[in-house]
């Protein structure tokens, strides 16, 4: 690896760039020494906790706009985990899905579990993608609104000419928090809290509809064999309580609750969107400007906001570019590992600031002029 030293001036004040985990904020690390440390080690089961739990639905539901009848369900477990309570526990018949990437191409295989109908996958190009079409018999429609893997975005919207009965699910892991949506335009919004709610791992959120309610609650009364710990009716009915049905990760929770604070003080989800889409339009500007760089996804209208890619030319090597910013303090700018393309990937979540994105491209192209 070349010896290369990034001068101060050139470096951002905080070099964590990662698309999960991601940034966390030193106020939302301040207040867990403080307030946090108290709830460690704590029954999730009183009032503390619960009241911990409390104020996340309620942040979150003040962020995404206060839908009429919407609930915040929580699990344990990640996104991962969601994509088998989907399959167990909200699926039904049919299916269709949109993907254009490793997370969609995940959730796809969750649906297509042998209690349910071969679904049908709309497979688009990574870097692109396509859209979803309304198709008689569809039970639901599933697409990831951000794929983490490419840094191609899809917008929260439901298909005309769908079944009026038909469910949208829509995949905002890296999404959440960073990207406006109308939650009226889907039914089930899940993501996991470690990207832009710059906390840690270990639970998954669902902003539901009614209609998803109630379709998960009618699954649960057929004679459909469902593990417990991944039944959403018991996640609905623990949730409603301000509780999971397994310990909860305490700290993941309250260094959300720290993130939705901010972001609703701040402005809401739409000064979140400004500010993900600014840093992202710099690193954008950047690697169309360069002579070395320019974006993966080539249609402006696909790329992503909070995950930007970054081809580089075959003259350089964005893996050795990569080593040498984890060496000077700026982590985590290296590629979806099963992409296997020359690229960067920056994530640019509602954590991260404008200044250190522009400090980011500078100490990039100090690296490239002066590799040997």
Same mark, same amino acid.
């Given at each position: 690896m070349?010896?290369?030293?990034?001068p101060? #001036?050139?470096?951002?004040?905080?070099?964590?760039?990662?698309?999960?985990?991601s940034?966390?904020?030193?106020?939302?690390?301040?207040?867990?020494? /403080?307030?946090?440390?108290?709830?460690?080690?704590?029954?999730?089961?009183?009032?503390?906790?619960?009241?911990?739990?409390?104020?996340?639905?309620?942040?979150?539901?003040?962020?995404?706009?206060?839908?009429?009848?919407?609930?915040?369900?929580?699990?344990?477990?990640?996104?991962?985990?969601?994509?088998?309570?989907?399959?167990?526990?909200?699926?039904?018949?049919? @299916?269709?899905?949109?993907?254009?990437?490793?997370?969609?191409? /995940?959730?796809?295989t969750?649906?297509?579990?042998?209690?349910?109908?071969?679904?049908?996958?709309?497979?688009?190009e990574?870097?692109?993608?396509?859209?979803?079409?309304?198709?008689?018999?569809?039970?639901?429609?599933?697409?990831?609104q951000?794929?983490?893997?490419?840094?191609?975005?899809?917008?929260?919207?439901?298909?005309?000419?769908?079944?009026?009965?038909?469910?949208?699910?829509?995949?905002?892991?890296?999404?959440?928090?960073?990207?406006?949506?109308?939650?009226?335009?889907?039914?089930?919004?899940?993501?996991?809290?470690?990207k832009?709610?710059?906390s840690?791992?270990?639970?998954?959120?669902?902003?539901?509809?009614?209609?998803?309610?109630?379709?998960?609650?009618?699954?649960?009364?057929?004679?459909r064999?469902?593990?417990?710990?991944?039944?959403? /009716?018991?996640?609905?009915?623990?949730?409603?309580?301000?509780?999971?049905?397994?310990?909860?990760?305490?700290?993941?929770?309250?260094?959300?609750?720290?993130?939705?604070?901010?972001? *609703?003080?701040?402005?809401?989800?739409a000064?979140?969107?400004?500010?993900? /889409?600014?840093?992202? #339009?710099?690193?954008?500007?950047?690697?169309?400007?360069?002579?070395?760089?320019?974006?993966?996804?080539?249609?402006?209208?696909?790329?992503?906001?909070?995950? @930007?890619?970054?081809?580089?030319?075959?003259?350089?090597?964005a893996?050795?570019?990569?080593?040498?910013?984890?060496?000077?303090?700026?982590?985590?700018?290296?590629?979806y590992?099963?992409?296997?393309? *020359?690229?960067?990937?920056?994530?640019?979540?509602?954590?991260?600031?404008?200044?250190?994105?522009?400090?980011?491209?500078?100490?990039?192209?100090?690296?490239?002029?002066?590799?040997?």
């Amino acid at each position: 690896m070349a010896s290369i030293i990034i001068p101060n #001036d050139l470096l951002p004040l905080d070099g964590r760039f990662g698309c999960g985990p991601s940034k966390i904020r030193p106020d939302q690390l301040a207040a867990f020494a /403080k307030a946090g440390a108290e709830l460690m080690g704590t029954s999730h089961r009183q009032a503390p906790v619960k009241n911990l739990v409390k104020r996340v639905q309620e942040g979150l539901m003040e962020l995404f706009h206060n839908p009429a009848g919407y609930e915040i369900v929580i699990g344990n477990g990640g996104s991962t985990a969601f994509w088998d309570v989907a399959s167990y526990s909200l699926a039904e018949g049919k @299916s269709q899905l949109l993907v254009h990437g490793e997370f969609g191409a /995940k959730f796809a295989t969750s649906l297509s579990a042998p209690w349910l109908t071969k679904p049908t996958v709309i497979q688009g190009e990574v870097g692109s993608r396509l859209d979803l079409i309304a198709e008689a018999g569809i039970s639901a429609y599933a697409y990831p609104q951000n794929e983490t893997s490419t840094g191609v975005v899809t917008p929260v919207k439901r298909v005309q000419g769908a079944d009026k009965d038909a469910l949208y699910f829509t995949d905002a892991t890296s999404a959440a928090g960073g990207i406006d949506f109308d939650p009226l335009e889907t039914d089930v919004y899940y993501f996991a809290p470690q990207k832009n709610f710059a906390s840690d791992g270990g639970l998954w959120f669902a902003l539901m509809s009614p209609a998803a309610v109630e379709r998960a609650e009618r699954i649960a009364a057929t004679d459909r064999y469902i593990p417990e710990f991944l039944s959403l /009716k018991t996640a609905i009915d623990n949730s409603r309580l301000n509780q999971t049905l397994n310990t909860p990760a305490i700290s993941t929770l309250f260094l959300l609750a720290e993130q939705i604070d901010w972001m *609703n003080e701040s402005g809401g989800l739409a000064w979140a969107d400004a500010r993900t /889409k600014a840093a992202s #339009d710099h690193l954008y500007a950047w690697a169309e400007a360069s002579a070395y760089a320019t974006p993966f996804v080539s249609n402006p209208e696909y790329r992503s906001q909070v995950v @930007s890619t970054i081809d580089f030319a075959e003259s350089v090597d964005a893996a050795e570019v990569a080593k040498i910013l984890r060496s000077n303090g700026i982590v985590d700018t290296e590629p979806y590992r099963k992409l296997g393309r *020359n690229q960067l990937r920056v994530a640019t979540f509602t954590a991260t600031e404008l200044e250190d994105v522009k400090q980011l491209t500078k100490s990039i192209d100090y690296v490239v002029s002066n590799l040997g």
